[in-house]
C-alpha cells in the first residue's frame, strides 16, 4: 500500500502533471483534466486489486497499545 500511495503522490507532483499540460483536448476536455481523473482511476483501481489479493491481517495485530 505505501508504495501505491508514494507513487500516486509522485505521478501528481506538478512537474509531471505539466508534461500533459499541452492546448490539446480530448472529448473536449482538457489533456490535463484527463490525467489526472486516469490516475485516479488507475489509483482507486490498484487499492481494490491490492485489498482483494493481500492477505488480511491476524485478529491480535492491532497497533494500539491498550
Avoid at 476536455?29 to 490525467?35: A, E, I, K, S
Avoid at 481494490?48 to 488480511?56: E, H, I, V
Amino acid at each position: 500500500m505505501l508504495v501505491l500511495t508514494l507513487l500516486g503522490a509522485l505521478l501528481m507532483l506538478p512537474p509531471l502533471v505539466l508534461v500533459f499540460n499541452q492546448p490539446l483536448r480530448h472529448w473536449g476536455l482538457p489533456q490535463t483534466v484527463l490525467y489526472l481523473f486516469a490516475l485516479w482511476l488507475v489509483l482507486i483501481a490498484g487499492t481494490a486489486l491490492l485489498n482483494r489479493f493481500l492477505p488480511p491481517e491476524p485478529a491480535g495485530s492491532d497497533s494500539e497499545a491498550d
